[in-house]
Nanobody, 113 residues
């Protein structure tokens, strides 16, 4: 059974930065693609970024050029570097293993002055 623990959220001013981390307890972590999702109040959960096991990345148009996904297979971890944050980035952020239906508790990101 996979477990995911997200951290690194918080309150930040517009234009600021945060780095989210997610530790994944999963055998053979390195063979899986990893994803970051977010869910804003009253909205559906949306896919923000994906990184394949080969290192290829894709991003939602709304975060392209501002967010960067990365991973450290030795630490079974995935990260999301978020720069130039906007109020509309406010949401609970979740990491997920592609093709496995399991979610962590998420980490709250609030962008506000």
């Amino acid at each position: 059974q996979v477990q995911l623990v997200e951290s690194g959220g918080g309150l930040v001013q517009p234009g600021g930065s945060l780095r989210l981390s997610c530790v994944v307890s999963l055998r053979l972590f390195s063979i899986y693609s990893m994803e970051w999702y977010r869910q804003a109040p009253g909205k559906q959960r949306e896919l923000v970024a994906t990184m394949t096991r080969g290192g290829s990345t894709t991003y939602a148009d709304s975060v392209k050029g501002r967010f960067t996904i990365s991973r450290d297979n030795a630490k079974s971890s995935v990260y999301l570097q978020m720069n130039s944050l906007k109020p509309e980035d406010t949401a609970v952020y979740y990491c997920k293993v592609f093709s496995i239906s399991a979610w962590g508790q998420g980490t709250q990101v609030t962008v506000s002055s």
